[in-house]
């Protein structure tokens, strides 16, 4: 399985009508770079605002998950979304005329198929995938909704659905990989109880709704008035209920067709997190409320556990600079030198180290009897090590000296203590220009995070 992202060779566009406000809808899918993820873009508006398909702009799941930002809406967009996901593709532009995808015929079966055509190909980056190593879940206390994501080899999904009626009794579905998809989980449609059917025409909703895409259990007794109401609304003569409970006119694809539905929500509503999951997801009872609460759930551990990776490096290796080295580049020297080892160095990034010992002049005062590394010179550590970054960019940098500018969102998680190895990481935030250098850092101790901030700082000729 290739591990490099994914995006469509060619734009394809579809059309139909929206289930909640029966207009014509026009959506096309585009191609779109590396690192985009899904994003939705407003044709209909000015400016075309672009709304990214992610957990946190849920804005409510009523009728279906609803996104929204800077107060433009895209509605029930699961489906769609998890034709892309379950295809592998990792970077697509949706425009769409409406704020609400075509329904088609309520699965994602036509989405899979226009997506297919597209072409689907590599890009040159490669894919991130969030790798499940220990159970995380949410429970909805007021539904008993639950959502459980567990270690496996690859992405899987079982949801169990159980909604308390006669004519939909307990469902259960599941794929073993994604690529299971395409026959066993797109073509499964959108469903509805007879009930709520009837509070959607009362609130002059559901006007894209047909009884050819989604599948309606009569749970209680129709009355005249329904039937007259039903009649109207689908645009039929005569409405009457199949023996398994299930108004005419369609047939179902699997008698499990319900439970397979439920499954396919929970990929497009998980869609959002953003990242690949290599896990299995067993979704009890799942809804878009529990689904789209779980997503906003991951999100945040994955993007919390992003920011705390801790780089690894082999110690034992023959570092990419060792302390004279350093010394050749940094004008610091003992005992404010405050790394003594870089690890790596690109043209955008730097890694180094320090060993702390008690030995450090500090430790003296800081404190007498309970020895703490001050949370200044850890942020001067970070900074030196930024400072080999931008100083490397110059042919003479012994002829140069480093000046703070500025520091941003500092912040310290651990203390630093005698015997440490501190892992110092620093990234770009912007190219290096006139000789400033903005950079994002982190320090690192005992496979934990323990500082991080935003530094600027400036390197200026020797007077």
């Known amino acids: 399985m290739s591990t490099n992202q994914k995006t469509i060779q060619n734009e394809i566009s579809l059309s139909g009508v929206g289930l909640h406000t029966g207009k014509k809808v026009t959506m096309t899918f585009k191609p779109a770079p590396i690192n985009n993820g899904y994003a939705f873009v407003r044709v209909d508006l000015e400016g075309k605002p672009i709304i990214q398909a992610q957990a ?13 930002k800077n107060g433009v809406q895209i509605n029930t967009c699961e489906h769609v979304l998890a034709a892309a996901y379950a295809l592998g593709i990792d970077n697509l532009n949706i425009e769409i005329d409406s704020p609400e995808p075509p329904i088609m015929d309520g699965s994602s079966k036509f989405f899979v198929e226009a997506l297919e055509k597209a072409l689907i190909e590599e890009q040159d980056a490669a894919r991130e995938e969030y790798i499940v190593k220990e159970i995380i879940s949410y429970k909805d206390a007021e539904t008993g909704s639950e959502i459980i994501l567990m270690p496996a080899d690859e992405y899987q999904v079982t949801a169990i659905v ?9 469902q259960n579905a599941a794929i073993n990989s994604l690529s299971d998809f395409k026959d066993e989980i797109a073509a499964a449609r959108t469903f509805s109880f007879l009930h709520e059917i009837e509070m959607l025409i009362d609130n002059d909703l559901i006007k894209g709704g047909d009884l050819n895409n989604a599948i309606v259990y009569v749970d209680k007794e129709i009355s005249e008035e329904t039937t007259e109401k039903l009649k109207k609304v689908f645009n039929r003569k005569e409405i009457s ?21 439920k499954l396919l929500d929970v990929i497009g509503d998980l869609a959002l997190v953003g990242t690949r ?10 809804g878009h409320k529990v689904n789209t609460a779980f997503a906003k759930k991951l999100s945040k551990i994955i993007k919390t556990e992003k920011r705390n990776k801790v780089p690894y490096f082999d110690l034992n290796e023959t570092p990419l600079m060792d302390i004279h080295k350093i010394m050749d580049i940094l004008p610091h020297r003992p005992p404010f030198l405050l790394i003594d080892r870089i690890l790596e160095l690109t043209d955008k990034s730097v890694v180094g180290m320090k060993n ?7 430790f003296v005062g800081h404190f007498p009897e309970a020895p703490v590394m001050p949370g200044v010179l850890q942020v001067e550590a970070m ?9 490397s960019t110059v042919p003479d940098p012994e002829n140069y000296l480093t000046y703070f500018m500025k520091m941003d969102n500092v912040k310290f998680k651990q203390k630093v203590l005698p015997g440490d190895t ?16 903005h950079m994002q850092a982190y320090a690192y101790a005992n496979n934990k995070l323990v500082a991080e901030a935003q530094l600027m700082a400036q390197i200026a000729k020797k007077q």
């Open 162 to 170: 159980d909604f308390g009626t006669k004519v939909l009794g307990t």
């Open 422 to 437: 501190l892992i110092f990481s620093c990234e770009l935030i912007t190219p290096i220009r006139r000789g400033i250098c």
């Open 241 to 261: 209920v199949t023996p398994n409970g299930i108004l005419d006119n369609l047939t179902l694809h699997w008698t499990n067709e319900a439970a397979r539905h």
């Open 277 to 286: 999951i290599r896990g299995k997801i067993i979704a009890n009872k799942p």
């Open 356 to 362: 702390v010992t008690m030995n450090e002049g500090f």
């Open 56 to 68: 946190c702009n849920v804005v409510n799941t009523q009728r279906g998950t609803n996104l929204e």
């Open 383 to 391: 900074a030196q090590c930024g400072g080999v970054l931008v100083l």
